[in-house]
């Protein structure tokens, strides 16, 4: 039962996912190890892409790329489901028991070890993201990294410029340079 | 302010608004929502909005998400909840299924493989600002950069899970901050 399975996965990544989209991003690459038929490593790469050029939350935009890449539309809307329904429970607990959640210093000691640790998740993905964009098979591609130096130059610059004109900037040079090399 | 009432119907339309104009969701979703549920609707004064984005930050799944739950629960209950969340997250489901399909016609073309192979590296390097901003942010001191230290080493190392990592965290932040206080 496929659907079963990808809104109890999705339940998961909603579950214990901290901090927003980007956060789901360690999540994914595991379900892209134990379920590589849903996903691949590659493909996530493509999804973050257009989930950040697309409206709407990337987390949710994500997952209904995932869902929809393991069992077309339907899963979409599955892996979707799957992924608020935490969310929407553990809100309405909260709304109805605790008042001050945000102001708990309990709930802030634990958010100052959270926080490092989801950056350290998302710098992991990123890394594994690279293992598979800049490198082929343990050689680095020159052209995929000295693009992606010029970019980080670029973006930690111009931080105001919206990533659609990045991701449209990679999509230009990919075609230009006939990426990948 | 006067605050007014909400229909579900109108929760569900609000949030569809705001996720269908939001690019990049969680903290990108912020002048829209003011925009919706202050100026138009009177649903929640400023401080209110404030206070329920610090909550949706703190908890578990999608900021976006938390924030649309949170707001739909003081409306209308449980119902309400449901309602402003399936609007938050209604055109995500629409557009991405709508490329998604398209782009399963067109994967085989060179010209948009190609068109990914740069795109990937170009995320790479959002990511990478998206790191660089969440590090100045959350790595305040010698103990939180051990600690991310350690979750990067561990998790390409160790294949420590990331559902380990959490309870971890949750650990080290109270112990830190324990003996932190002790020691002042």
Known sequence: MIYLALFWEFFKIGLFSLGGGLATLPFLYKLAETHPHWISAQAIADMIAISESTPGPIGINMATFAGFQAAGAVGGVIATLGEVTPSVIIIILIARFLTAFDKNQKVKDAFYGLRPAVVALITYALLKLMGVTLLNGGAVLPIETVLYAVLVCCVLVWKKVHPIIWILAGAVAGLLFQLPS | MKKREAGLWEL????????????????????MLQREVIDRHHWVDEQEVLDIYAIGQCTPGIIAVNTATMIGYRKRGVLGAIAATLGEVTPSLVIIITLASLLLGVQDSVWIQRAFGGIRVAVCALITQAIVNLARKSLVDWQTIVLYLLVVGASLFAHLSPLAVIPIAIVYGLAVQYFKRRAA
């Open chain 2, 12 to 31: 569900y339309i609000s949030f569809l608004k705001i996720g269908g104009l939001t690019f990049g969701g969680g903290y990108a979703m912020l002048p």
